[in-house]
T-cell receptor, first 113, second 114 residues
Framework: GAGVSQSPSNKVTEKGKDVELRCDPISGHTALYWYRQRLGQGLEFLIYFQGNSAPDKSGLPSDRFSAERTGESVSTLTIQRTQQEDSAVYLC???????????FGQGTRLTVV | SQQGEEDPQALSIQEGENATMNCSYKTSINNLQWYRQNSGRGLVHLILIRSNEREKHSGRLRVTLDTSKKSSSLLITASRAADTASYFCATDDAGGTSYGKLTFGQGTILTVHP
């Protein structure tokens, strides 16, 4: 596709369940970012992939959060044993390389009940 | 850690007026970017200014960068109701272990009244 695609767009899950969020970056973009945005708040950095370098996982809030990326393609963000405080919009972005502008997907709105 | 911080948190103006938002950051950067967000979903890139640039224009947008003060401003001239949105600055880290990581501030909520 022409833009960054995220799925699902909305997800409601029960507390304690695992969820997997998917991001399809723009083809050829080597950099990929995941952010979390709580209602009315700014973007909280989670993880950053750049090419074949080791990802920067410094923003992952706990060991319940993990992310993978296969080469320069799809990335998945997994949240295990979800908690109510995990409710937020999860945004993915990609850029051609670092030091360039990023293109965002529309996000996945996660609600943990 | 590096973070852009916007000021003011909220700005309310009348259509036709200019809107100015400021951003401060803490460490060395490669570039600074401004983004716009409508309705709490995806962000749209507005403009990028490199660390060796002082001013940049794009349509009704004017961005300045003062690396000595570690600050940037975004000016929207002749605002329109459709400019109502949240505006975020993002800094691209220049060093450390995460070269190129984009770090966002908390944003400025702009409301333009018709």
């Amino acid at each position: 596709g022409a833009g960054v695609s995220q799925s699902p767009s909305n997800k409601v899950t029960e507390k304690g369940k695992d969820v997997e969020l998917r991001c399809d970056p723009i083809s050829g973009h080597t950099a990929l970012y995941w952010y979390r945005q709580r209602l009315g708040q700014g973007l909280e950095f989670l993880i950053y992939f750049q090419g074949n370098s080791a990802p920067d996982k410094s923003g992952l809030p706990s060991d319940r959060f993990s992310a993978e990326r296969t080469g320069e393609s799809v990335s998945t963000l997994t949240i295990q044993r979800t908690q109510q405080e995990d409710s937020a919009v999860y945004l993915c972005a990609s850029s051609r390389t670092h030091r360039r502008s990023a293109f965002f997907g529309q996000g996945t709105r996660l609600t943990v009940v | 850690s590096q973070q852009g911080e916007e000021d003011p948190q909220a700005l309310s103006i009348q259509e036709g007026e200019n809107a100015t938002m400021n951003c401060s950051y803490k460490t060395s950067i490669n570039n600074l970017q401004w983004y716009r967000q409508n309705s709490g979903r995806g962000l749209v890139h507005l403009i990028l200014i490199r660390s060796n640039e002082r001013e940049k224009h794009s349509g009704r947008l004017r961005v300045t960068l003062d690396t000595s003060k570690k600050s940037s401003s975004l000016l929207i001239t002749a605002s329109r109701a459709a400019d109502t949105a949240s505006y975020f600055c993002a800094t691209d880290d220049a060093g450390g272990t995460s070269y190129g990581k984009l770090t966002f501030g908390q944003g400025t909520i702009l409301t333009v009244h018709p």
